[in-house]
Protein backbone atom coordinates (compact mmCIF):
# COMPACT_ATOMS: atom_id res chain seq x y z
CA UNK A 1 0.00 0.00 0.00
CA UNK A 2 1.43 3.55 -0.68
CA UNK A 3 -0.26 6.95 0.25
CA UNK A 4 0.93 10.45 -0.67
CA UNK A 5 0.35 12.83 1.74
CA UNK A 6 0.20 16.52 1.09
CA UNK A 7 0.94 19.45 3.30
CA UNK A 8 1.54 23.44 3.40
CA UNK A 9 -1.71 24.73 1.92
CA UNK A 10 -3.27 27.40 3.27
CA UNK A 11 -4.59 31.32 2.85
CA UNK A 12 -1.92 33.52 1.63
CA UNK A 13 -2.16 37.11 0.39
CA UNK A 14 -0.84 38.10 -2.57
CA UNK A 15 2.73 38.03 -3.09
CA UNK A 16 2.97 35.99 -0.35
CA UNK A 17 4.62 32.88 0.14
CA UNK A 18 3.94 29.05 1.12
CA UNK A 19 5.80 25.84 0.73
CA UNK A 20 4.02 22.49 -0.09
CA UNK A 21 4.85 19.44 0.89
CA UNK A 22 4.30 15.76 -0.26
CA UNK A 23 5.62 12.56 1.91
CA UNK A 24 5.07 9.20 0.32
CA UNK A 25 5.20 6.36 2.29
CA UNK A 26 4.45 2.34 1.85
CA UNK A 27 5.83 -0.43 0.24
CA UNK A 28 8.06 1.45 -2.36
CA UNK A 29 11.26 0.77 -3.77
CA UNK A 30 11.78 3.57 -5.68
CA UNK A 31 10.58 6.58 -7.27
CA UNK A 32 11.03 7.51 -10.69
CA UNK A 33 8.72 10.99 -10.79
CA UNK A 34 6.94 13.40 -8.56
CA UNK A 35 4.98 15.87 -9.58
CA UNK A 36 2.54 18.65 -8.33
CA UNK A 37 -0.90 19.59 -10.30
CA UNK A 38 -3.40 22.12 -9.33
CA UNK A 39 -6.97 22.53 -10.21
CA UNK A 40 -9.12 25.71 -10.20
CA UNK A 41 -12.89 25.48 -9.80
CA UNK A 42 -14.20 24.77 -13.19
CA UNK A 43 -10.82 24.25 -14.93
CA UNK A 44 -8.72 21.77 -15.85
CA UNK A 45 -6.22 20.07 -13.80
CA UNK A 46 -3.11 21.31 -14.83
CA UNK A 47 0.64 20.38 -14.46
CA UNK A 48 2.61 23.08 -11.87
CA UNK A 49 5.92 21.69 -11.95
CA UNK A 50 7.83 18.01 -11.72
CA UNK A 51 11.55 16.47 -10.71
CA UNK A 52 12.77 12.91 -11.71
CA UNK A 53 14.88 11.08 -9.03
CA UNK A 54 17.76 12.32 -11.25
CA UNK A 55 16.86 16.07 -10.84
CA UNK A 56 15.31 16.70 -14.25
CA UNK A 57 13.06 19.45 -14.12
CA UNK A 58 9.67 20.86 -15.65
CA UNK A 59 7.17 23.89 -14.91
CA UNK A 60 4.27 25.44 -15.90
CA UNK A 61 4.71 28.58 -17.49
CA UNK A 62 2.96 30.69 -15.30
CA UNK A 63 4.99 28.74 -12.30
CA UNK A 64 8.41 29.78 -13.79
CA UNK A 65 10.54 32.44 -11.91
CA UNK A 66 8.47 31.89 -8.93
CA UNK A 67 8.10 28.51 -8.02
CA UNK A 68 10.82 25.96 -7.09
CA UNK A 69 10.39 21.91 -7.05
CA UNK A 70 12.99 20.01 -5.04
CA UNK A 71 13.17 16.89 -3.18
CA UNK A 72 14.58 14.60 -1.05
CA UNK A 73 15.02 10.94 -2.05
CA UNK A 74 15.96 9.21 0.97
CA UNK A 75 12.77 10.83 2.87
CA UNK A 76 10.63 10.24 -0.74
CA UNK A 77 9.03 13.83 -0.33
CA UNK A 78 8.76 16.67 -3.04
CA UNK A 79 8.51 19.83 -1.85
CA UNK A 80 6.91 23.22 -4.05
CA UNK A 81 8.44 26.79 -2.74
CA UNK A 82 5.48 29.19 -4.21
CA UNK A 83 6.49 32.74 -4.03
CA UNK A 84 5.47 35.83 -5.46
CA UNK A 85 1.85 34.35 -5.21
CA UNK A 86 -0.96 35.49 -7.11
CA UNK A 87 -5.08 35.13 -6.94
CA UNK A 88 -4.58 32.98 -10.46
CA UNK A 89 -2.77 30.33 -8.23
CA UNK A 90 -5.43 29.77 -6.14
CA UNK A 91 -6.13 25.72 -6.23
CA UNK A 92 -6.53 22.48 -5.41
CA UNK A 93 -2.55 21.42 -5.72
CA UNK A 94 -2.46 17.87 -5.99
CA UNK A 95 1.22 15.42 -5.88
CA UNK A 96 1.18 12.54 -8.08
CA UNK A 97 4.06 10.22 -7.97
CA UNK A 98 5.23 7.20 -10.49
CA UNK A 99 7.09 4.91 -8.17
CA UNK A 100 8.27 1.33 -8.05
CA UNK A 101 6.50 -1.09 -5.57
CA UNK A 102 7.93 -3.61 -3.99
CA UNK A 103 5.94 -5.88 -5.64
CA UNK A 104 8.20 -4.67 -8.81
CA UNK A 105 5.11 -2.76 -10.45
CA UNK A 106 5.14 0.81 -11.55
CA UNK A 107 1.65 2.52 -10.77
CA UNK A 108 1.34 6.14 -10.22
CA UNK A 109 -0.54 7.39 -6.86
CA UNK A 110 -2.41 10.96 -6.64
CA UNK A 111 -2.37 12.75 -2.91
CA UNK A 112 -5.84 14.12 -1.62
CA UNK A 113 -5.15 17.62 -2.13
CA UNK A 114 -4.19 20.67 -0.46
CA UNK A 115 -6.14 23.85 -1.23
CA UNK A 116 -4.10 27.15 -1.53
CA UNK A 117 -6.22 30.41 -1.63
CA UNK A 118 -4.20 33.54 -2.43
CA UNK A 119 -6.77 36.44 -1.63
CA UNK A 120 -6.44 39.91 0.43
Known amino acids: QVQLVESGGGLVQPGGSLRLSCAAS????????MGWYRQAPGKQRELVAA???????NYADSAKGRFTISRDNAKNTVYLQMNSLKPEDTAVYYC??????????????WGQGTQVTVSS
Open 96 to 109: NADLLGVNGKWAHY
Open 26 to 33: GSIFSINY
Open 51 to 57: ITSGGST
